[in-house]
């Protein structure tokens, strides 16, 4: 294999960017049509143009993991899947990590490792390394290597930094997702205790059934000891009426803080999720372009999060 100039590693790298891009999202929007029963586009990946940087990445850990064993298809099968593997781990836990979502999941897959990666996926891994290295790559590598080191050099500045620019601008919106998350969540939260506060609250507040008419069962007899007795009901009623009362203040107090915190939750989705918001765009086209999200930490505030932006389609 040739010794690549780092201008041609960038060209390499965007180019199978662009390829992993236009497999992944024939994928999936073949999968997003028959789920639906209608064909819709998915422009799939973490970046907004035509390029899916995890496919990238994949490619060039491929290629140089395979110099050494470039001649034994065997080896080549082994190394690349090796090294597709470990990238796809650690890609995979460090976004979870930062943003709290995983955009990628092989759970439901057997043999799969936290639904990071997956054996059959390895294996897929394996045999693209050997399509990568010993067809795909020929006509590619001969392409580029006929190009002058000026041209390659220009193209690789220009295209590298859209890709910059597009890289910021994607992580901002997954990290604007981030803390709508995270502010739903915390939201949903304090809505629950607050409602139990206030279960615990009205479970004391009835006040106990306590009967009159002691004098109309009394003898006259008893009348005096009776008298007693409705007296020191008559006390208790009263300080039940005021603990009743304190009570049903609290209960107002529980009613108007939990009315206020949904208040609250409303007008933050609704400014979220407003079209005049720009990070309501922001939020909705990563979420396009990335329909099987899922959040361990967030789940139901991303369900939420989900219904509302299909609401909106």
Sequence with gaps: MYQYTVSQWILFFLWYCFIGWVWESC????????????????????????????????????????????????????????AATLLELVTGSAMERMFHVKYWDYSNMPLNFHGYICFFV?????????????VIHV??????????????????????????????????QAWDMRELLEKLSECRNT???????????????????????????????KEKM???LEKLRDNRVSQLKKLSEHLRSEERNEWKDREEILAQLEQQVRGVFS???????????????????????????????????????
């Excluded at 390895?122 to 010993?134: A, N, P, Q």
């Excluded at 809505?191 to 069962?217: H, M, S, T, Y």
């Design 27 to 82: 994928y999936v929007s073949i999968k997003e049509a028959a789920r639906a029963q209608k064909w819709k586009w998915v422009n799939r990946g973490f970046l907004n143009g035509p390029a899916l940087p995890i496919y990238g990445f994949a490619a060039i850990v491929i290629l140089i993991a395979t110099i050494p064993v470039k001649d034994n298809i065997a080896h080549i099968f082994c190394f690349g899947a090796l």
């Design 122 to 134: 390895t294996l897929f891994w394996g045999m693209l390394s050997i399509l990568l290295v010993k």
């Design 139 to 172: 006509p590619v590598e001969s392409l580029i290597l006929q190009w002058p080191s000026l041209l390659c050099e220009i193209l690789a500045f220009l295209l590298l930094a859209v890709f910059a620019v597009d890289l910021s601008e994607s992580f901002r």
């Design 191 to 221: 809505i629950q205790r607050l409602e139990n506060r206030f279960d615990a609250v009205a479970a004391f507040a009835p006040l106990p059934d306590i009967g009159g008419g002691l004098r109309e069962k009394a003898g006259s007899a």
């Design 226 to 228: 009776l008298c007693r």
């Design 275 to 313: 079209r005049t918001n720009k990070q309501f765009f922001r939020v909705t086209k990563h979420l396009k372009r990335n329909p099987g999200a899922i959040s361990k930490k967030y789940a139901d505030a991303l369900k939420e999060i989900k219904g509302l932006f299909e609401e909106k389609e």
